[in-house]
């Protein structure tokens, strides 16, 4: 079965600066998606960015970038620039090409100091 | 824009009694989920469903059933609520293949179901 792993419960980071949330996952598929989802507090779930592992490129979405490394296992997400409005729970997940379950992990709550 | 809508943001029961929890999207998606939300745990899937009248266990099936009599429409069912149900419920839905966004989940607001 496959698994989702964000280390980093908590994190905060100064506005206007970066800030790299980490996630790993397990899987012996080839073919499947990735996604980071932001939880702003008391609102809607949205989707942040999605990455195909057929791609290499990494998948970049203004401010928002990933960092994926197929071999590790590996899917960061980089944030510029960060902003006020970026404060939310962020959630990594896991998608196989062959079924619709997204498996997701745990959730990094992200602090902007101002 | 994808619109998804659960029927209420907060939700008071007793233990023991049958609740309802609907949701609806305004897409013709054909893929809904329902999951649920603990902090610690992140997001579970309970149940899907990929078609009027179809429905799969997802990972914590147990003390929940569903139901999809309309495309739009996905109900959650608890059967009789327990203390332990207490959690936030999440529904979602999946764009349809062959459009730009496929494979990407869209949620609803969210249903905090305190079970007393």
């Known amino acids: 079965a496959q698994t989702v792993t964000q280390s980093q419960p908590e994190m905060s980071v100064q506005e206007a600066e970066t800030v790299t949330l980490s996630c790993t996952y397990d899987?012996?598929?080839?073919?499947?998606?990735l996604f980071w989802y932001k939880q702003p507090p008391s609102r809607q779930m949205i989707l942040v960015i999605r990455?195909?592992?057929?791609?290499?490129q990494n998948a970049t979405e203004n401010r928002f970038s990933v960092n994926f490394q197929k071999a590790a296992k590996s899917f960061s997400l980089k944030i510029s620039d960060s902003q006020l409005g970026d404060a939310a729970m962020y959630f990594c997940a896991y998608r196989s090409a062959s079924y619709e379950k997204l498996t997701f992990g745990t959730g990094t709550r992200l602090t902007i100091i101002p | 824009d994808v619109k998804v809508t659960q029927s209420s943001r907060y939700l008071v029961k007793r233990t023991g009694e049958k609740v309802f929890l609907e949701c609806v999207q305004d897409?013709?998606?054909?893929?809904m989920f329902w999951y649920r939300q603990d902090p610690g745990l992140g997001l579970r899937l309970i149940y899907f469903s990929y078609d009027v009248k179809m429905k799969e266990k997802g990972d914590i099936p147990e003390g929940y059933s569903v139901s999809r009599e309309k495309k739009e429409r996905f109900s959650l069912i608890l059967e009789s609520a327990s203390t332990n149900q207490t959690s936030m419920y999440l529904c979602a839905s999946i764009v349809s293949p062959g459009t730009r966004d496929t494979d990407t989940q869209y949620f609803g607001p969210g249903t905090r179901l305190t079970v007393l």
């Open positions: 899987t012996s598929e080839s073919d499947y998606y």
């Open positions: 990455q195909e592992a057929y791609k290499q």
């Open positions: 897409m013709d998606h054909e893929n």
